[in-house]
Nanobody, 121 residues
Framework: VQLQAYGGGLVQAGGSLRLSCAAS????????MGWFRQAPGKEREFVAA????????RYADSVKGRFTISRDNAKNTVYLQMNNLKLEDTAVYYC???????????????WGQGTEVTVSS
């Protein structure tokens, strides 16, 4: 599975962005998908994950109520809708694929190249 994340950009605090992650390969629908982020000088952290059929979803506490993960298996794409963005959401966002739903990056087998999100005041 090859992954390409896009949709990042510069947005003011309180604004919204939608990230997309396009996957190649016919096995996309069998993978759980996750979003992770890494801010400058910080370790990568979990953001959200969705099971292969969308039936189970997990969020980091820091984004609950603001971010929504979804997927469209027909389009081989997973999305991250980010609302009410805060300065601390500034990071490079990565999408990843795993055999099972997980909040741990080590359990993800495939990673996209990342898309940068910058939230300004």
């Amino acid at each position: 599975v090859q992954l390409q994340a896009y949709g990042g950009g510069l947005v003011q605090a309180g604004g919204s962005l939608r990230l997309s992650c396009a996957a190649s390969g016919r096995t996309f629908s069998s993978y759980a998908m996750g979003w992770f982020r890494q801010a400058p000088g910080k370790e990568r952290e979990f953001v959200a994950a969705i099971s292969w059929n969308g039936g189970r979803i997990r969020y980091a506490d820091s984004v609950k109520g603001r971010f929504t993960i979804s997927r469209d298996n027909a389009k081989n794409t997973v999305y991250l809708q980010m609302n009410n963005l805060k300065l601390e959401d500034t990071a490079v966002y990565y999408c990843a694929a795993a055999p099972q739903l997980s909040m741990f990056g080590s359990e993800y087998e495939y990673w996209g190249q990342g898309t940068e999100v910058t939230v300004s005041s």
